[in-house]
């Protein structure tokens, strides 16, 4: 698994903020969809952030429960920040995206920890928070 920490002193407290670190990764491999989770220690602050899937170009796989254990691992009390890119540019969510966030919210909240948000990132550098639309409380 591939891992990228960055400045851990940084709090991650809004969409535009997570949005920011997962485009450093996104800018380099926006060509196959790719599922990202950020990590954040009990303060909020950025912890690090692991690539969990590359798919091909429509989609990747994403495992909730070695989410939910990796989260768990890591100690991340201060909860988890998904995202994905989508090479077409497309910038909604799919019902299945929908579906991989309820089941993310589902699990990590029966483990006490936070789902902050489900990013879906464009190419052209635009996001679709999950959070920001009517599907997360």
């Given at each position: 698994r591939?891992?990228?920490?960055?400045?851990g002193r940084r709090?991650?407290?809004?969409?535009?903020?997570?949005?920011?670190?997962?485009?450093?990764?996104?800018?380099?491999?926006?060509?196959?969809?790719?599922?990202?989770?950020?990590?954040?220690?009990?303060d909020?602050?950025?912890?690090c952030t692991e690539l969990f899937s590359r798919g091909g170009r429509a989609e990747s796989f994403v495992d909730v429960n070695a989410i939910m254990r990796r989260?768990?691992?890591?100690?991340?009390?201060?909860?988890?920040?998904?995202?994905?890119n989508?090479?077409?540019?497309?910038?909604w969510a799919s019902k299945s995206d929908?579906?991989?966030?309820?089941?993310?919210?589902?699990?990590?909240?029966?483990a006490g920890l936070k789902l902050h948000d489900h990013l879906i990132l464009a190419s052209d550098g635009h996001f679709y928070s999950s959070r920001l639309s009517p599907f997360l409380s």
């Open positions: 591939e891992t990228y920490c960055f400045d709090p991650v407290q809004h969409p535009w903020q997570a949005h920011e670190v997962f485009r450093t990764y996104y800018d380099e491999q926006n060509a196959h969809e790719s599922f990202l989770v950020m990590f954040l220690k009990e909020g602050t950025h912890m989260a768990l691992q890591k100690g991340a009390k201060g909860g988890v920040w998904v995202a994905h989508h090479p077409s540019g497309r910038l929908d579906e991989v966030t309820a089941a993310l919210d589902t699990y990590l909240g029966r």
